[in-house]
């Protein structure tokens, strides 16, 4: 089992940034897939970034060029950084690990909230 606990979401003005951790706890070993989902009011989950395990990045087109994801192997955190956040960015933000072999395991945090207001 994996553990995952995320952290630094809050209220923010239009603009603003904010930096959200996942802490990974348990048998992280073979971890294939780092990722944050968001769900805003309304709306279906979506993936917003995403990062292997050999460094690979991606984004969803709404974010590139504001957020980035990246993650410190020695302390088990993923984090994702946001900048000129818009109120659109308005969400539950979720971590997610996935491990990919004979039969795929996904692994979700509680998720936090991320408030940006115009």
């Known amino acids: 089992q994996v553990q995952l606990v995320e952290s630094g979401g809050g209220l923010v003005q239009a603009g603003g940034s904010l930096r959200l951790s996942c802490a990974a706890s348990g048998n992280i070993f073979s971890i294939n897939f780092m990722a944050w989902y968001r769900q805003g009011p309304g709306k279906q989950r979506e993936l917003v970034a995403a990062i292997t395990s050999g460094g690979g990045t991606s984004y969803v087109d709404s974010v590139k060029g504001r957020f980035t994801i990246s993650r410190d192997n020695a302390e088990n955190t993923v984090y994702l950084q946001m900048n000129s956040l818009k109120p659109e960015d308005t969400a539950v933000y979720y971590c997610?690990?996935?491990?990919?072999?004979?039969?795929?395991?996904?692994?979700w945090g509680q998720g936090t909230q991320v408030t940006v207001s115009s």
């Open positions: 997610n690990f996935r491990r990919v072999g004979s039969a795929t395991y996904d692994y």
